[in-house]
């Protein structure tokens, strides 16, 4: 009853959209793992799937992101949320496409993220590429060919097949993603040069670990060329917005991932306030 209500609101809000009227607004959706919750919901250490078989002190990268219960969506609810986009039209779009001079947005577009690198990215993509939609992954650069991570190889392969490789510093740890304007410089920019070494062409979208940044944040990232950067923040993208503090919604079930579509569609329809539930 759910889902067939939610879907009815959905379709009410998308018909207030006035016809040929310019979208400049976008959900985007942050995801980090596919599997099961941690079978102790009190563990913050599981980086696996299902029971705890890989620990954060496998990864030799400090602060490189561990999991609790609320950064697993489950394999099967993923596929549900990404049929639901196919069945309803909506358009899985890239950073380049969204930020380009002229983006052309509709009112069914959507940004679909993962953040960190964690190795069950990888089944993730199949699925986006069984369903047609395109995909962004920030990536902790020093986190490639990491135990419980996705390879260089891995990498290469999601990039150039529409999952977009991008930029989520090069250590994930707030001692640099937070320090002073040098460090933060130091950290970005060896992330960026590592990633761009990899991939081949250029980075220009990144991230912030945990979605924190301060007050140099912002100037550190447009010096290194960075077109647009990543907050959490719950809240729809406005593309004309600062670009280098752009919200995502942090989706961890079925109501934040349609909580954050109803929310696009009322931004697309210039509502100010929706009739959208949160979660």
């Not at 912002?218 to 593309?239: E, H, N």
């Not at 600062?242 to 079925?254: A, E, I, M, T, W």
Request: glycine share 10%; charged share 25%; proline share 5%.
């Amino acid at each position: 009853m759910f889902d067939v209500t939610f879907s009815a609101l959905l379709s009410a809000v998308l018909a207030a959209v006035p016809a040929g009227a310019g979208v400049h607004t976008v959900p985007i959706l942050m995801y980090h793992m596919l599997g099961n919750a941690p079978d102790d919901a009190g563990d913050h250490d599981c980086m696996g799937k299902g029971s705890c078989r890989r620990r954060a002190d496998h990864c030799p990268v400090p602060g490189g992101g561990v999991s609790g219960p609320g950064m697993v969506v489950a394999y099967d609810e993923f596929k549900w949320q990404m049929e639901y986009l196919r069945s309803h039209g909506w358009r899985g779009r890239t950073l380049d496409e969204i930020f380009s001079a002229r983006p052309d947005l509709r009112p069914r577009d959507v940004v679909i993220t993962f953040d960190d690198g964690y190795a069950d990215n990888f089944e993730a993509f199949g699925l986006l590429r069984e369903h047609e939609m395109k995909a962004v992954l920030f990536m902790v650069s020093d986190n490639a060919d990491c135990q419980g991570r996705l390879s260089a190889e891995q990498l290469r392969e999601m990039d150039a097949g529409g999952f977009r490789v991008e930029d989520h510093s090069k250590t994930h740890n707030d001692r640099f993603t937070l320090g002073t304007e040098a460090e933060q410089t130091e950290e970005y920019g060896a992330s960026k040069k590592a990633l761009e070494a990899l991939l081949g062409r250029p980075v220009e979208f990144a991230a912030y670990p945990y979605g924190k940044y301060n007050v140099a944040t912002p100037a550190v990232m447009r010096s290194l060329g960075y077109k647009a950067s990543f907050i959490i923040g719950g809240r729809v993208a406005d593309v004309d917005g600062d670009r280098q503090l752009v919200p995502r919604f942090r989706v961890s079930d079925r109501a934040g991932f349609l909580y954050a579509l109803c929310e696009g569609l009322s931004a697309a329809a210039g509502k100010k306030a929706s009739n959208c539930a949160a979660p």
